[in-house]
């Protein structure tokens, strides 16, 4: 049995046992109380937001360990991409609650979340995609958002329960670099609703490959399925010379490698470019303002990828209904 | 409790915080030309950029011993990666945890005389923040060094760093603008891959010291990967040399 504690008495029936705090064993344990009171109850929230997420098809955690290499940015440009098909509805959940990024990157800073009879309405950047962000909450860009995990919590779980994002194809959820406060509440309220998968984005370098490992352990520790890893900043291509400059090496195979050891699909490689921090800077698109450049062109086939990743992993889970 | 860090830190003559609100924009490495405490308890890198990632801490009479990377005492280190069995290993740690870990560091370990403490921070405004604030209050010398990249994206949530510095008391020293312009390796053109300027227009906005850029240098990332301190190789880089600079204008004050 799993469930005994080290230090537990003799004896002892497992903290998940039925006889839990009530064999003789359990006379005198100083923890006999909390293992008689049983499981602690679920939070009701949980079915709510599995209701709530109902008609979400795919709903996607981006995820790194390391930050600033590129989560919220490709999370727009995922978005952007799948919105680019009109009858594609997409939904930005971004739970970065001490420094969102998608208003500026999805160019609609200063918007605000209007509060109607069915929850929050989201921000719209286009017909088809919404977006929310504790960014809409604050009244001035120098505002900070200083919360200890508890009340980052709090708000996790009112962007999960109450945002009316009507029915959905696909839900971008951006996250925080780490594996803490954030990470577990989005996963621990949404398990009744169920993540399709995490997209990891990581930078070549072992610098940050080193706390991606860490992320992965963490989807692994809490059954999260990951679709993939995602290479950002790959190489930078000079504008004057054409050559390849290696700025963040891959000193030991950068994601590549990563995927094929911890045995998840690797999903594609980015490139540095000008134009998509710019774009980025200036919250348009990138398949607008240089669709025919390298990085769009690097960012449509993980695009792809990840598409027919959902896809499949819909098939799989309609083919188990019917059987 | 305060009293107790006042006695640990006694010895330790100036605290700088070097915080952003944005992860990845280089606060690690512009912390490992000093000496430090490394208080990213999800992500720890400094352990790996200074190659010391298979030492372990060990405890005295007095407390945990700090990391010695030169086996002098010019360099004491301490992180969580030393504390960890397995490098892969996940913190999977909600708040209160991470305050727990922070007091002991900052308690709990033995400094010895430092002319700098340098505390290399998690991006963000939460937990790690408030705590080591909260611990540092009673230290009279203790001041925050802000380091960005040129992005709008970037600058964005390091404003919101500056409002957390004004709300805490914390003196800020000065903004660094990490990851300016990137010279080709073959043909010398300089391209400014994160956009220019937002670093220097920040602190002017907010009426502050700016401290310097710092340019993409692939010499010198691939040093830090190798986990070298400042050799001569970094040191000729144009980054190391940025690096010399800043460190110059910190020590004079």
């Keep these: 049995m799993g469930d005994i504690p080290e230090n537990a008495p003799d004896h002892c029936p497992g903290t998940e046992s039925d006889q839990a705090g009530t064999a003789s064993a359990c006379a005198g344990c100083p923890n006999q109380k909390i293992c008689a009171a049983g499981p602690p109850p679920e939070d009701p929230a949980i079915q709510e937001i599995r209701e709530v997420l109902k008609n979400v098809k795919n709903k996607i955690l981006i995820l790194s360990g390391k930050g600033g290499v590129g989560k919220s940015t490709f999370t727009a440009n995922l978005a952007r991409a799948f919105a680019r098909n009109e009858n594609i509805q997409v939904g930005v959940l971004d739970i970065d609650i001490c420094g969102p990024s998608m208003p500026v990157i999805l160019g609609c800073q200063g918007e605000q979340v209007h509060q109607s009879g069915s929850g929050w309405s989201p921000v719209y950047v286009e017909e088809n995609l919404g977006i929310i962000s504790v960014g809409f909450l604050l009244n001035s860009p120098d505002e900070a958002v200083i919360w200890r995990g508890p009340k980052k919590n709090t708000l996790i779980k009112q962007f999960l329960r109450d945002v009316d994002w009507g029915e959905l194809d696909y839900l971008l959820i951006d996250t925080p670099p780490g594996t803490s406060d954030e990470h577990l509440s989005v996963v621990s309220y949404m398990k009744e609703a169920g993540v399709t998968g995490a997209v990891v984005v990581t930078t070549p370098q072992d610098v940050a490959i080193l706390d991606v490992r860490k992320e992965i352990n963490f989807c692994q520790k809490l059954n999260v399925p990951i679709l993939g890893i995602v290479e950002n900043m790959s190489s930078f291509v000079c504008p004057r010379c054409n050559k390849a400059n290696e700025i963040f090496p891959p000193t030991n195979g950068g994601g590549q490698r990563l995927a094929e050891e911890v045995n998840v699909k690797f999903l594609g490689r980015i490139p540095l470019d000008p134009e998509l921090a710019k774009s980025a800077d200036q919250g348009q698109s990138l398949f607008e303002s240089a669709p025919q450049s390298m990085v769009a062109q690097a960012l449509e086939s993980v695009v792809t990828n990840i598409k027919l990743l959902c896809e499949l992993k819909q098939d799989s889970e309609t083919g188990e209904h019917q059987r | ?253």
């Excluded at chain 2, 009293?3 to 006694?10: C, G, H, Q, S, T």
């Design chain 2, 1 to 253: 409790m305060q009293e107790a860090v006042r006695n640990n830190l006694e010895s330790v003559k100036n605290v700088i915080l070097v915080l952003s609100g944005k992860g990845g924009v280089g606060k690690s490495t512009i912390s490992t030309e000093v000496g430090l405490l490394d208080i990213d308890l999800c992500g720890p890198s400094v352990p790996r950029m200074l190659n010391i990632e298979e030492q372990e801490i060990h405890q005295s009479n007095a407390g945990w011993v700090p990391v010695y990377p030169y086996g002098d005492a010019s360099l004491a280190v301490m992180s969580i990666a030393f504390l960890l069995k397995n490098k892969n290993d996940a913190i999977v740690w909600r708040g209160p945890k991470k305050t727990a870990m922070i007091g002991q560091f900052v308690q709990d370990v033995v400094w010895s005389d430092l002319d700098y403490l340098v505390i290399d921070t998690p991006p963000g405004t939460s937990d790690e923040h408030m705590s080591i604030v909260e611990r540092l209050s009673s230290h009279p010398a203790t001041s925050a060094v802000i380091v960005t990249t040129p992005q709008q994206v970037a600058v964005a949530d390091v404003r919101r760093q500056l409002t957390f510095c004004k709300k805490t008391k914390v003196r800020v020293l000065g903004i660094i603008e990490n990851m300016s312009g990137f010279k080709c390796e073959h043909c010398g053109e300089c391209t400014n891959i994160f956009s220019f300027g937002g670093g220097k227009a920040l602190a002017e906005h907010f009426d502050i010291n700016f401290l310097g850029c710092v340019p993409l240098d692939s010499k010198f990332t691939k040093a830090i990967e190798g986990g070298r301190r400042s050799d001569e190789e970094t040191e000729k880089s144009s980054a190391g040399e940025a690096i010399t600079d800043i460190v110059k204008k910190i020590l004079l004050g």
